[in-house]
């Protein structure tokens, strides 16, 4: 069983920064096959950014020269630095963690960039 808890959503003006964590509890043997999601309203849930499970990193290209994805293996965490955000990227952000044939999720964090 995993646990994931995010925290560090907000409201922020366009061309500001967040940076979200993602603390893991549980059965965690890596930060690897993580990654952070987010859904806007009335939109499907997308991917963002996550780590592969040979430790790779990959992003939307939408978030690709702002969005930075990185873990502290000693903290349990990931976390998803948001630099020059627009007002599109608001949405609530999900942590996921895919174990074996499971698929866990965090509570969500909400973003809110105004213009």
């Known amino acids: 069983q995993v646990q994931l808890v995010e925290s560090g959503g907000g409201l922020v003006q366009a061309g500001g920064s967040l940076r979200l964590s993602c603390t893991a509890s549980g059965s965690i043997f890596s930060l690897n096959n993580m990654g952070w999601y987010r859904q806007a309203p009335g939109k499907q849930r997308e991917l963002v950014a996550s780590i592969t499970s040979g430790g790779s990193r990959n992003y939307a290209d939408s978030v690709k020269g702002r969005f930075t994805i990185s873990g502290d293996n000693a903290k349990n965490t990931v976390y998803l630095q948001m630099n020059s955000l627009k007002p599109e990227d608001t949405g609530v952000y999900y942590c996921?963690?895919?174990?074996?044939?499971?698929?866990?999720w965090g509570q969500g964090t909400q973003v809110t960039v105004s213009s």
């Open positions: 996921n963690k895919v174990a074996g044939r499971y698929n866990y």
